[in-house]
């Protein structure tokens, strides 16, 4: 029975058994009082004087050594027989006392219910059964030396059976008390696993997110919000000393919340955010909700959705494009090779066929990006490989263009498809050479393999010695149907910079004197010497 005894493993339980130990420490000292100044000869008409005074104090020492031998105890063990000893202790100061006129049997009540809040099922029982035994019991003993009233027995069963109610009554509370507490422990876990969940989404965000106060001191920012404005931390700082042009956006859209914010330009990131805001009122605290959007990938987002749809459009309608364009190059051929067209007339048909070869292209291009697959990386060593892609362009190329080949010293190796890298390269070298060619009679393209001294992966710069690339067609350069050659499509760079991307390597064009630099930055690269 005694396994059934709870211990004590939590906070409250802790504080139930100090005010238990307070209790009965309190008690003892009253009685040792009431016995010093011989109020008890007044008050108590049965009792007998010695018995009383020396049970008093033996109440309590014995708590005082309770107290402090068993001030923090957790065994059920321990407990069952703390609450046991004060009932006995109690029982024979009812005794001592003369039974059910001293009003101890109020105070053995007490005891019972607090040593059932310590206490479970039938081991609290069992307390509150020791206590009714001993008051009736020891009531009916007494009948045998002093006289009793049948209104004595009455108040013995009385208080035998407020012993038993009390003990019932007190579990059942504490089994509430413990439901409640359980479901408020579990509701509490949910509670936190929702907010690391929403902490986690939030910070995952692409979009970035920040909290402002009614003094515009930032309460919460997420990762993608500090990479947008270029911080490290922005909790608790005023975000006025960091981004006036927020807070210029801020203070126009509390103006007039129905118009929509202008962008903000973070000159140092070279990125440009499109903010919008909405008013958090929580009582008599105003906070804002601020989200930043990079307008430069909501532009790629709306290109990617354009190009998919260009290129669904084109997969159906290529058969019938085609067919007609391939009698029309057809025919202008065989118009070509009459003998009796004059100069002019087949300089009209070269234009038909030059025209209807862009044409196929164009085709060509988008059918392409909307048959993509997948990469397949494999691990290629970039020194044997460039060598290989350089000795076959020359050998496929005209005699008057010239690739030269610079590679640092070592050995590089990356992740990359290789069948993509060859189109990316492709694309890059046609264009370099057709911008050499603009201004030098034989083209020249170079092609450097080193190691990037920031990132240390291994980057390949493709430069010529054209004409270079203006600042305003630079912004432009990586955009679908940009081109600055009326025979280009406008295609090239920008399916080499996606092809880059789904091979986790960065396709950049580096401005230079002299010419254009197109630099690609590999991943999973290293270095062997």
Same mark, same amino acid.
């Given at each position: 029975?005694?396994?059934?005894?709870?211990?004590?493993?939590?906070?409250?339980?802790?504080?139930?058994?100090?005010?238990?130990?307070?209790?009965?420490?309190?008690?003892?000292?009253?009685?040792?009082?009431?016995?010093?100044?011989?109020?008890?000869?007044?008050?108590?008409?049965?009792?007998?004087?010695?018995?009383?005074?020396?049970?008093?104090?033996?109440?309590?020492?014995?708590?005082?050594?309770?107290?402090?031998?068993?001030?923090?105890?957790?065994?059920?063990?321990?407990?069952?027989?703390?609450?046991?000893?004060?009932?006995?202790?109690?029982?024979?100061?009812?005794?001592?006392?003369?039974?059910? #006129?001293?009003?101890?049997?109020?105070?053995?009540?007490?005891?019972?219910?607090?040593?059932?809040?310590?206490?479970?099922?039938?081991?609290?029982?069992?307390?509150?059964?020791?206590?009714?035994?001993?008051?009736?019991?020891?009531?009916?003993?007494?009948?045998?030396?002093?006289?009793?009233? =049948?209104?004595?027995?009455?108040?013995?069963?009385?208080?035998?059976?407020?012993?038993?109610?009390?003990?019932?009554?007190?579990?059942?509370?504490?089994?509430?008390?413990?439901?409640?507490?359980?479901?408020?422990?579990?509701?509490?876990?949910?509670?936190?696993?929702?907010?690391?969940?929403?902490?986690?989404?939030?910070?995952?965000?692409?979009?970035?997110?920040?909290?402002?106060?009614?003094?515009?001191?930032?309460?919460?920012?997420?990762?993608?919000?500090?990479?947008?404005?270029?911080?490290?931390?922005?909790?608790?700082?005023?975000?006025?000393?960091?981004? =006036?042009?927020?807070?210029?956006?801020?203070?126009?859209?509390?103006?007039?919340?129905?118009?929509?914010?202008?962008?903000?330009?973070?000159?140092?990131?070279?990125?440009?955010?499109?903010?919008?805001?909405?008013?958090?009122?929580?009582?008599?605290?105003?906070?804002?909700?601020?989200?930043?959007?990079?307008?430069?990938?909501?532009?790629?987002?709306?290109?990617?959705?354009?190009?998919?749809?260009?290129?669904?459009?084109?997969?159906?309608?290529?058969?019938?494009?085609?067919?007609?364009?391939?009698?029309?190059?057809?025919?202008?051929?065989?118009?070509?090779?009459?003998?009796?067209?004059?100069?002019?007339?087949?300089?009209?048909?070269?234009?038909?066929?030059?025209?209807?070869?862009?044409?196929?292209?164009?085709?060509?291009?988008?059918?392409?990006?909307?048959?993509?697959?997948?990469?397949?990386?494999?691990?290629?060593?970039?020194?044997?490989?460039?060598?290989?892609?350089?000795?076959?362009? #020359?050998?496929?190329?005209?005699?008057?263009?010239?690739?030269?080949?610079?590679?640092?010293?070592?050995?590089?190796? +990356?992740?990359?498809?290789?069948?993509?890298? +060859?189109?990316?390269?492709?694309?890059?070298?046609?264009?370099?050479?057709?911008?050499?060619?603009?201004?030098?009679?034989?083209?020249?393209?170079?092609?450097?393999?080193?190691?990037?001294?920031?990132?240390?992966?291994?980057?390949?710069?493709?430069?010529?010695?054209?004409?270079?690339?203006?600042?305003?067609?630079?912004?432009?350069?990586?955009? =679908?149907?940009? +081109?600055?050659?009326?025979?280009?499509?406008?295609?090239?760079?920008?399916?080499?910079?996606?092809?880059?991307?789904?091979?986790? #390597?960065?396709?950049?064009?580096? =401005?230079?004197?002299?010419?254009?630099?197109?630099?690609?930055?590999? #991943?999973?690269?290293?270095?062997?010497?």
């Amino acid at each position: 029975m005694i396994a059934e005894a709870t211990s004590i493993g939590n906070k409250q339980a802790q504080r139930l058994l100090r005010l238990y130990h307070l209790y009965r420490l309190s008690i003892g000292i009253t009685l040792v009082l009431l016995i010093s100044s011989n109020m008890d000869n007044q008050l108590l008409t049965f009792a007998n004087n010695d018995l009383l005074r020396s049970g008093s104090w033996l109440y309590l020492v014995l708590n005082i050594l309770l107290v402090v031998f068993l001030e923090n105890t957790r065994h059920p063990a321990q407990l069952f027989g703390l609450a046991l000893t004060d009932v006995l202790l109690l029982c024979g100061l009812f005794y001592a006392a003369g039974g059910v #006129a001293s009003a101890i049997g109020n105070l053995l009540i007490v005891s019972v219910a607090i040593g059932n809040t310590l206490l479970r099922g039938r081991i609290g029982l069992l307390i509150a059964a020791v206590g009714a035994l001993g008051i009736v019991g020891l009531s009916f003993l007494l009948s045998f030396s002093h006289p009793v009233s =049948p209104n004595d027995y009455l108040q013995a069963g009385t208080l035998g059976a407020l012993c038993f109610a009390a003990a019932l009554l007190v579990q059942g509370l504490i089994r509430r008390l413990e439901d409640s507490e359980h479901l408020a422990q579990q509701r509490a876990s949910e509670v936190i696993g929702l907010e690391a969940l929403n902490a986690l989404i939030l910070q995952r965000m692409r979009t970035g997110i920040l909290v402002l106060d009614d003094q515009r001191r930032v309460q919460l920012a997420n990762h993608s919000a500090l990479t947008l404005l270029g911080q490290d931390t922005l909790n608790g700082q005023l975000i006025d000393d960091y981004s =006036p042009l927020l807070v210029e956006r801020l203070q126009l859209w509390l103006n007039n919340p129905t118009l929509r914010p202008q962008g903000l330009k973070i000159a140092a990131l070279g990125l440009e955010l499109q903010p919008s805001f909405i008013a958090l009122d929580q009582g008599s605290h105003h906070q804002t909700l601020v989200f930043l959007e990079d307008l430069a990938q909501i532009a790629q987002q709306a290109q990617q959705l354009k190009l998919a749809a260009l290129g669904r459009l084109t997969a159906g309608i290529a058969h019938e494009i085609r067919n007609p364009l391939g009698a029309i190059s057809h025919a202008a051929q065989l118009l070509q090779e009459s003998e009796e067209l004059n100069g002019a007339d087949r300089r009209l048909t070269q234009i038909i066929q030059d025209h209807s070869q862009r044409m196929n292209r164009v085709i060509e291009n988008v059918l392409q990006l909307s048959r993509r697959q997948q990469s397949a990386p494999q691990r290629l060593d970039l020194h044997a490989w460039l060598e290989q892609f350089v000795e076959e362009a #020359a050998e496929h190329g005209g005699e008057r263009q010239q690739i030269h080949l610079h590679i640092s010293s070592g050995h590089f190796s +990356t992740l990359m498809d290789p069948n993509q890298l +060859t189109q990316i390269l492709d694309n890059l070298l046609r264009n370099a050479l057709r911008h050499s060619a603009l201004i030098h009679h034989r083209p020249e393209v170079w092609l450097e393999l080193f190691i990037d001294p920031d990132s240390q992966l291994p980057a390949l710069e493709v430069l010529d010695n054209g004409p270079g690339v203006t600042a305003d067609q630079q912004v432009h350069l990586f955009e =679908p149907f940009f +081109t600055t050659s009326s025979q280009g499509t406008g295609l090239g760079l920008y399916l080499s910079r996606e092809l880059c991307e789904s091979n986790q #390597a960065r396709l950049d064009f580096k =401005p230079r004197q002299g010419g254009g630099c197109f630099r690609i930055t590999f #991943a999973h690269g290293r270095k062997q010497s």
